[in-house]
């Protein structure tokens, strides 16, 4: 081998010494970078001595591009995007009529529900306009009731969705402030409920005059305050309760188990494209309307507190701008879902239940006492009831709390030595049990041939009253509230949209 000449062998080396130095300050880099920000800030000047670079060139290479902390695993950019608005006006009772439609079709609803859920939709295009941004909450007493599938339908129908199964505080802050999107949160319950400074900052964002959190941020060689945005549209999905700061800034829907009887499809893929034009839809209406409500002051029910019409508000005007039976049917709604304070109590609940059919099994009983039954739950080993509250077995009125979001209730009966006292029948519980328990008798049905979804012509809100709005909704999974000049034969348009 012929030796290089000494010109070329020195340009070789100065080359190999250069890549070695780029190296070694790439290295450097990737090391601060990984470090906690107050960490680097003890540690920036001096890094910055050992390169003879000032400290602000080392925060720009700090502070730099983000490809090589993507290529290195740290996460992908998020996709968020905005609907096209439809080319055409859109008539907007029609417009929630088909939404409705869509989420009966894919869940089982509570009454009132599908009412809150379209109007709550149209509201993240509209958010702008308003100054209070309901939580739409999302719970159920037990897994599979269809809390993640409700939200996978809203991710193809709100603007700008991101669906996040966990999510930081500091995350959901500056993602809020840098993207404004759609907060679709699930699992809530597994993170959000002992974590302090997250439900501060979830707290703030109801209301947009508070909706901001400070934090210090590293500029140049300092630290200065600033304010981060923390107002936008969220749902919030989880089994059982959040605390009470957190509910009482939402519009709960409370999800239930599907019966057998009770027919839905599964929410497949190919039915985003139908979803994706309701969207668009949503985007147009929106646009034409955002102007005049912006000063819309809808009636509120005099029996919702101020939270509760607070939340409402912005609903109760998107549904007086769609005008025809929406306006009636958002009031009856609002009364049926927040005019009083009833909210299922989690897996505790399911537990209970269970506890119970084995009590009236082994005692062969049809109806028992209140005090009989917490005396039995007390004796239960391996069970909380003993234990309760503060060390304390359940007493009766602790048992009918737990047991009211099962829609089961205390009545007098008569025992077998003919006592009449407080106490259940074990048909109350029929339809709790099919819901949320076992059966080992039972087999697995087809979607395809289950019944159709129903519910009871006759019915009252909580607080005894006729909800005449949502008469028309008896059915609240069946395929009434189309405009029939608008769609004539509702299925069959269904069927090829979804």
């Excluded at 037990?142 to 199964?165: D, E, F, W, Y």
């Excluded at 979803?275 to 985007?283: S, T, V």
């Excluded at 929406?326 to 009856?332: V, Y």
């Excluded at 607080?463 to 034969?489: H, I, M, Y």
Aim: net charge negative; proline share 6%.
């Amino acid at each position: 081998m012929h030796a290089l000449p000494a010109a070329v062998k020195s340009a070789t080396i100065s080359l190999a010494v250069e890549a070695a130095i780029q190296e070694h300050i790439e290295e450097i880099v990737r090391h601060l970078r990984a470090l906690e920000p107050a960490e680097y800030e003890l540690r920036r000047r001096s890094e910055a001595g050992r390169l003879g670079i000032r400290t602000a060139a080392l925060d720009d290479l700090v502070q730099g591009t983000e490809t090589e902390k993507v290529a290195t695993g740290s996460g992908a950019a998020l996709d968020l995007h905005d609907p096209d608005p439809w080319p055409q006006p859109v008539d907007g009772g029609a417009l929630l009529d088909e939404l409705a439609a869509a989420f009966r079709r894919f869940a089982i609803l509570p009454l009132g529900a599908d009412v809150a859920i379209v109007l709550w939709v149209l509201f993240t295009y509209l958010i702008a306009v308003f100054d209070i941004a309901p939580r739409l909450g999302i719970s159920s007493p037990a897994r599979r009731c269809g809390k993640t599938t409700l939200l996978n339908v809203l991710a193809h129908l709100v603007p700008r969705p991101l669906v996040a199964s966990n999510i930081s505080p500091a995350a959901i802050f500056r993602t809020i402030d840098a993207a404004r999107p759609t907060l679709l949160i699930d699992e809530a319950d597994s993170f959000a409920r002992e974590n302090e400074e997250l439900r501060g900052i979830l707290n703030s964002g109801h209301s947009r005059a508070s909706a901001f959190v400070v934090r210090l941020v590293s500029v140049a060689d300092d630290f200065e305050p600033r304010k981060f945005s923390t107002y936008t549209a969220m749902a919030i999905a989880r089994i059982g309760h959040l605390p009470a700061t957190l509910e009482d800034r939402e519009i709960t829907l409370a999800l239930r188990r599907r019966l057998p009887s009770e027919r839905i499809e599964r929410f497949r893929r190919e039915h985003a494209a139908a979803l994706a034009e309701l969207a668009r839809r949503c985007a147009r209406w929106a646009a034409d309307h955002a102007e005049a409500l912006k000063d819309a002051d809808p009636a509120v029910p005099s029996e919702l507190d101020d939270r509760a019409g607070d939340n409402w508000r912005p609903l109760l005007a998107i549904a007086d701008a769609a005008g025809g039976e929406w306006q009636e049917r958002a009031q009856a709604a609002a009364l049926l879902l927040s005019g009083a304070d009833v909210r299922p109590e989690g897996s505790i609940g399911v537990i209970l239940l269970g506890d119970l059919r084995s009590i009236f099994a082994e005692r062969e009983a049809d109806r028992l006492g209140s005090a009989q039954i917490c005396e039995a739950l007390a004796a239960m080993e391996g069970r909380p009831w003993a234990e309760y509250r503060r060390g304390r077995a359940m007493s009766p009125n602790q048992l009918a709390r737990a047991l009211r979001p099962f829609d089961v209730s205390p009545i007098t009966v008569q025992l077998a030595d003919g006592a009449n006292l407080k106490g259940y029948k074990v048909g109350d519980f029929k339809e709790a049990f099919t819901r949320y328990l076992p059966n080992p008798d039972s087999t697995r049905r087809s979607v395809k041939t289950l019944g159709p979804q129903g519910g009871s012509d006759d019915f009252q809100t909580v607080n005894g009253r006729d909800v005449d709005g949502l008469k028309n909704a008896a059915n609240p999974n069946g395929d009434r509230g189309f405009d029939a000049s608008t769609v004539e034969k509702p299925q069959t348009v269904e069927a090829e949209r979804f």
